[in-house]
């Protein structure tokens, strides 16, 4: 039988929302091990003077506990 868990995490990137997902799994991975997956719940834009200037996600991780 396996347990998982979730966690949830907010990862930024200047360049898209696919970047800032990928960037919040790697750091989700130093941290923890087994991860399986993620669910974004949210996408949000930082607008300086106008313009977007990074692109966040709000995700849970799910990883399976040893």
């Known amino acids: 039988m396996s347990v998982a868990k979730v966690i949830e995490i907010t990862a930024e990137s200047a360049e898209s929302f696919e970047d800032a997902i ?3 799994v790697a750091q989700a ?3 923890v091990r087994n ?3 993620a ?3 949210e996408h949000k834009v930082v607008v300086d003077g106008g313009k ?3 692109f ?3 995700m849970k ?3 399976v506990l040893d």
């Open 22 to 24: 990928r960037k919040g």
């Open 52 to 54: 977007v200037s990074a």
């Open 56 to 58: 966040r996600v709000d």
């Open 35 to 37: 991860v399986q997956g």
């Open 29 to 31: 991975e130093k941290s």
């Open 61 to 63: 991780v799910t990883f």
């Open 39 to 41: 669910w974004v719940k």
